[in-house]
């Protein structure tokens, strides 16, 4: 069994660069942004596709020197990373300007539910994660309250299409949905977000553009799946994402039944989980719009 989940990591590590060529790029970035935007974030496009004309000038947050982040927490690390992005901005801008920044920034969950901790803020630079703080990241995502609400949803969507016969019906084959749907987010969160950032040297870290027109900040939503940023700053392949994401595929065959080991199976689960990731960043993207204009910075 261990080799076949070799097989299928290796099979998804030698396959990705020829399906995600820079011309594929592109056109995932068009197919995606058609779809899944416009039905989930409407209410800013008109915001969106004016702010290009409005854009503010870059704002880069001042760097920490390296003895606050020594001392510092994993905990107390996430926390300073975004009140960074909201309190170091240049001085030279007027009360009017300073306001207008500081209202579309990241927040730490999305509708005070879904955990936001590796998102950004526009126009912010941040030191380089550490290997404890990535996977406290991964234990972040994997463990907040809400991966339980999202894995009794997962769960009970799974257990409606009956999409795992050997389970069965009823309370105790909802409770093997369920754990399932569980173990499949965190194998999938570590694997990501901290074991292979930590071997590549990537930052798991999902950086907003905040500014530009609405299918620009989209494409570059949908990018990040292929595209992401290394531990100096330097752009580079996504390994993470798209091996890490094969490999989590794989590595579920070990728990699932027997007759549901199959390449069409792993596969489905690996691209499953790289649309949700792609939603998500579109999500985390445009949050700071839909949260100052909607519910005006309430969440």
């Known amino acids: 069994m261990l080799l076949r989940t070799s097989v299928v990591t290796l099979s998804f590590s030698t396959s990705w660069r020829a399906v995600f060529s820079r011309r594929g790029l592109r056109s995932v970035e068009n197919v995606l942004a058609a779809c899944a935007l416009v039905l989930l974030f409407w209410p800013v496009t008109a915001f969106a596709q004016s702010s290009s004309a409005d854009a503010l000038p870059c704002i880069v947050a001042p760097v920490r020197t390296s003895t606050d982040n020594a001392g510092s927490s994993p905990e107390s690390d996430c926390d300073s990373d975004e009140q960074s992005g909201s309190n170091s901005v240049s001085t030279s801008l007027d009360a009017g300007s300073l306001g207008s920044v500081a209202e579309a920034k990241q927040t730490k969950r999305i509708l005070w539910i879904f955990p936001n901790y590796r998102a950004v803020s526009a126009d912010t630079q941040l030191p380089p994660l550490s290997l404890k703080t990535k996977f406290w990241l991964a234990t972040q995502d994997s463990f907040d309250y809400s991966s339980f609400v999202t894995a009794g949803m997962l769960a009970g969507i799974s257990q409606a299409k009956n999409s795992y016969p050997e389970f069965r019906q009823g309370s105790k084959g909802y409770g093997r949905y369920y754990w399932h749907a569980v173990a499949d987010q965190a194998v999938g969160n570590y694997l990501t977000e901290a074991i292979f950032p930590a071997i590549t040297r ?74 949700l990731d792609g939603v998500f960043n579109i999500a985390k993207e445009f949050w700071p719009d839909v949260n100052h204009l909607i519910f005006r910075g309430k969440y």
């Open 202 to 275: 990537e930052d798991p870290r999902y950086y907003t553009v905040g500014h530009g027109g609405f299918l620009k900040r989209t494409g570059y939503a949908v990018s990040r799946l292929l595209i992401t940023r290394t531990d100096s700053g330097r752009r580079m392949i996504n390994i993470s994402e798209i091996v890490g994401n094969g490999a989590g595929a794989g590595i579920s065959d070990l728990y699932y039944p027997s007759r549901e080991r199959t390449w069409t199976k792993t596969g489905q689960k690996w691209v499953t989980q790289i649309a």
